[in-house]
Structure formats: C-alpha cells, structure tokens
C-alpha cells in the first residue's frame, strides 16, 4: 500500500472551511484514498473515500489532484466537534486490503 | 453507516490474567474484520486480519499464542489476550467490512489496563 504525508497539525477558525492536505505520489492506480478521523479516546470515524473524481457528502468533499498525487479533504464549515486527528489512507480496492494508520493531521478548530 | 460495537468498553485486570474483547457487527454482516492497537499520543496500530471460519492473519511482531482471535460467525469477532501485563495496556479497536464493501467502520474501542 502507498504511503502518505501529512502535516503534523493545523488550526482552522470556527465557521470557516478547513483544508487538509494529503500527498500520496507512489499511489497505484487501483488505490483509493481513505479518510478518518478520530475523535479523543474513540475508535475512528469513516470520512469519505474516493479513486481519481472528487467526492462529496454530508460531512466532507475529497479533492484529488489529476495526477492522483495527493489530495484534499474540506471541511465547509468547522465546528468545534470537527476537532479530531483526520487520517488520510490508501488502500486496494477489494475487503482485503488493509488500512494502515499514519500519524495523521491533529485539526484544532478554535472559536 | 453501519453499526460496530465492542464490549467491553473498559477492563481492569490483573497481571497475570486473560482478558476477553468482543467486536460485533450489529446491523450487517462481516465477512472480514481487522484488530488494532493503540498507545497513548500514537497511531493505530493493525495486529491482525480475522476472516469468518478461518484463522486470523497476524502482522508481523504479533504475538499470536498472546493475542487469539476468534472469529466464529458473520457478526462476532472475539480478541483474546492471554497472560496479560501492564505492557498490554493499550486501546483494542476491532474494525469490519461488510461483503462487497469498500469502507471499514470501527468499533468504539476497548480500554485495558493491567495492573
């Protein structure tokens, strides 16, 4: 499985968009790009995923370059409960490949 | 989303003893599920891949005689760690996929210490 990057935190204002960069430049082509987060002392929560288009749901939208070289992930408007460490994972297709941890991004939102 | 519970939440034990986690998938079926572990300010850690019917596929510096898993039906997955320690004290956090699934969801996680 590739590899990925991340800083190791960021800040983001409440009410406003946070942006989390994400490098994976050895990502295969049928690899997607996972991202969680995980809240203190919880177990992880499951963002968004996506292969080469850019995503979006409820919570997130996933923005992956058109070289697939890295990505990222917007939060329109943090909240504080947005505080977490968000994971940024690639991974094969298929139930059988593994999702290996990072160290991840710790997002504090501040009011 | 799918729903995975791990029970329990939180144990204290004694050094010495074994200690049962259960991950269940609640509201579908999982065919395969994954093990993790966690040390405080640290990532994730994958210790095993549990498949339904067979055995657990353990990563490398596992130990498997310590940590056994069960995974005996579509919905249960047990995390066994026998003649626990305090170095065992950790966060267990079991994930599951669903057949045919692209996305993982995890349990809330189990909380062990070891005294």
């Known amino acids: 499985d590739a590899k990925t990057t991340q800083p190791t935190s960021m800040d983001c204002a409440e009410g406003r968009a946070a942006n989390l960069p994400c490098n994976h430049s050895t990502i295969s082509g049928n690899e997607y790009v996972y991202w969680y987060r995980q809240i203190h002392s919880q177990g992880p929560q499951y963002i968004i995923h996506?292969?080469?288009n850019n995503e979006t749901n409820e919570m997130a939208s996933l923005i992956i370059t058109e070289d697939r070289k890295s990505s990222t992930l917007i939060l329109p408007h943090a909240t504080l409960r947005d505080t977490a460490v968000y994971y940024c994972?690639?991974?094969?297709?298929?139930?059988?490949?593994?999702?290996?941890f990072g160290q991840g991004t710790t997002l504090q939102v501040k009011p | 989303g799918a729903v995975v519970s791990q029970h329990p939440s939180w144990v204290i034990c004694k050094s010495g003893t074994s200690v049962k986690i259960e991950c269940r998938s609640l509201d579908f079926q999982a065919t395969t599920m994954f093990w993790y572990r966690q040390f405080p300010k640290q990532s994730l850690m994958l210790m095993a891949t549990?498949?339904?019917?067979?055995?657990?596929?353990?990563e490398q510096g596992v130990e498997k005689d310590k940590f056994l898993i069960n995974h005996a039906s579509l919905t249960l997955s047990t995390l066994t760690v026998t003649s626990a320690h305090p170095e065992d004290s950790s966060f267990y956090i079991c994930?599951?996929?669903?057949?045919?699934?692209?996305?993982?969801?995890f349990g809330p996680g189990t909380r062990l210490l070891v005294l």
């Open positions: 994930s599951a996929f669903g057949t045919g699934w692209e996305t993982q969801y």
């Open positions: 996506g292969l080469k």
């Open positions: 994972i690639v991974r094969g297709s298929g139930n059988t490949g593994k999702l290996i």
């Open positions: 549990s498949n339904e019917g067979s055995k657990a596929t353990y």
